[in-house]
C-alpha cells in the first residue's frame, strides 16, 4: 500500500466563504486555527450558507500582516484577526444557539452591500461553547463553526475515483475539506477511527453526510447537478450521500503538509 501522505491543508475563517491553502496549520480543540471562527447571520441571527446564498462562493479569502483579508470582485475588506468586540449577541447555527460578538457596523455594511441582503459579519471566540453531537463525541468535544465537527478529511484517491464516473472532473475544493491525503484505496478513509498525522492523534468519529453544497461551484458561484447525481447511486444510505470522514483531535500540537498519516488498530 502506498504511503498516506498529508497533501493539504484548508481553512474556512468565514463559515461558507472560500477557503485558504496552508501549509502548516494548529490544531485547536475546536478545529484548526481561524476556521470557521467568523460567519455572516442575517438580521434574525440566523447563520448565511451557500446552501441558499451561492454567491457567497465568490468572497475569497487570505492571510496577510494580522488581517483577514475579504475580497469580491475589485472590491475588498481587511479585518484584524485579533479584533474584539464587546457587541455579543445570540445567533443560530443548525440547532445551535451560540454566543458571538458582532464585530464592526463597517463589516456588516461592506457585506450587506456585496451579497444583497441584511447581514452582520459575527466571531465565535475561542472559550464560547458549541458542543459535537453528544452521540458521536469523545468527552464532551466542542466545536467552531463547522457544520457538526471540528475536521473534515478527504482521500484524494475518493476524489480521482469521483472523478473518473462524472462528466467532468471537479475540485476537491466543492467538498470544503480541512485535510486531503494521498496514498491509499478510494474511500477508506470511512472506517478510520485511530489515525496520526504526524505525531498528532485524531478519532474518525463519523462518516460526512453531504448537503447541496458541493454542487455549487467555488469559482462561479453556480448551482448544478454534481457531483451529488453521481455520488447518490453508488455512496448513498437511507437519505444520506457520504463522502469524507469528520474527525475529532487528541492532541493539539500543528500539522505540515507531506507529514506522513499513520492508523492504529481500533
Known amino acids: 500500500m502506498a504511503d498516506l501522505t498529508l497533501s493539504q491543508i484548508w481553512i474556512y475563517p468565514v463559515k461558507s466563504l472560500g477557503g485558504i491553502s496552508l501549509q502548516t496549520a494548529k490544531v485547536m480543540p475546536k478545529g484548526l486555527q481561524f476556521d470557521r471562527r467568523w460567519m455572516l447571520v442575517d438580521s434574525t441571527g440566523q447563520f448565511l450558507t451557500q446552501r441558499i446564498h451561492s454567491k457567497m462562493a465568490l468572497f475569497k479569502l487570505s492571510f496577510a500582516d494580522e488581517q483577514l483579508l475579504i475580497n469580491f470582485k475589485e472590491h475588498s475588506l481587511s479585518v484584524p484577526i485579533n479584533q474584539t468586540s464587546d457587541q455579543v449577541i445570540r445567533a443560530q447555527i443548525w440547532d445551535d444557539t451560540v454566543s458571538v460578538c458582532e464585530v464592526s457596523s463597517e463589516y456588516n455594511a461592506w457585506f450587506s452591500k456585496h451579497l444583497g441582503i441584511d447581514c452582520r459579519l459575527v466571531r465565535f471566540p475561542e ?140
Open 127 to 266: 472559550e464560547n461553547e458549541r458542543r459535537v453531537d453528544p452521540e458521536y463525541a469523545l468527552t464532551e468535544e466542542h466545536v467552531s463553526l463547522a457544520d457538526a465537527y471540528p475536521f473534515l478529511i478527504i482521500g484524494q484517491s475518493s476524489m480521482d475515483d469521483l472523478n473518473k464516473r462524472l462528466p467532468q472532473p471537479l475540485s476537491i475544493k466543492r467538498f470544503r475539506p480541512n485535510l486531503v491525503f494521498t496514498g491509499g484505496e478510494p474511500y477508506e478513509e470511512d472506517t478510520w477511527q485511530n489515525i496520526s498525522i504526524g505525531s498528532t492523534r485524531f478519532i474518525g468519529v463519523k462518516a460526512c453526510s453531504r448537503c447541496i453544497l458541493p454542487t455549487v461551484d467555488p469559482e462561479t458561484g453556480q448551482k448544478g447537478p454534481e457531483p451529488l447525481r453521481t455520488l447518490s447511486a453508488y455512496r448513498k444510505v437511507g437519505n444520506d450521500v457520504y463522502f469524507g470522514q469528520n474527525l475529532i483531535a487528541i492532541d493539539h500540537t500543528e500539522i505540515h503538509v507531506g507529514d506522513t498519516i499513520s492508523l492504529k488498530p481500533s
